[in-house]
């Protein structure tokens, strides 16, 4: 089982920028993926940006060049440095974690923190 806990959302001005980090915790030893999701009011939830443990990174068209994820391995631990903010980057974003290198085995969610950005 893996706990994940996520924190470094707010308010911010367009923009600003956020960082958010995510801590996973559990009988795990290492994790293969981690990234970040979010889901805006009425929509669905969506991918921003995940990196396996080797370093391979995947990011959102819309997030290109503007969000940057990095993890500590040693601390299970992942990163979304978030620049150039807009209104429309305005969220619940949510920690995604899947310990194994199968697309099907269990992957796990944190609590979500809320980004707001204003205009």
């Known amino acids: 089982q893996v706990q994940l806990v996520e924190s470094g959302g707010g308010l911010v001005q367009a923009g600003g920028s956020l960082r958010l980090s995510c801590a996973a915790s559990?009988?795990?030893?290492?994790?293969?993926?981690m990234g970040w999701y979010r889901q805006a009011p009425g929509k669905q939830r969506e991918l921003v940006a995940t990196?396996?443990?080797?370093?391979?990174?995947n990011y959102a068209d819309s997030v290109k060049g503007r969000f940057t994820i990095s993890r500590d391995n040693a601390k299970n631990t992942v990163y979304l440095q978030m620049n150039s903010l807009k209104p429309e980057d305005t969220a619940v974003f949510y920690c995604?974690?899947?310990?194994?290198?199968?697309?099907?085995?269990?992957?796990?969610w944190g609590q979500g923190t809320q980004v707001t950005v204003s205009s």
């Open positions: 995604y974690a899947r310990p194994g290198v199968l697309t099907t085995s269990s992957s796990y």
């Open positions: 559990g009988t795990i030893f290492s994790i293969y993926v």
């Open positions: 990196m396996h443990s080797g370093g391979n990174t």
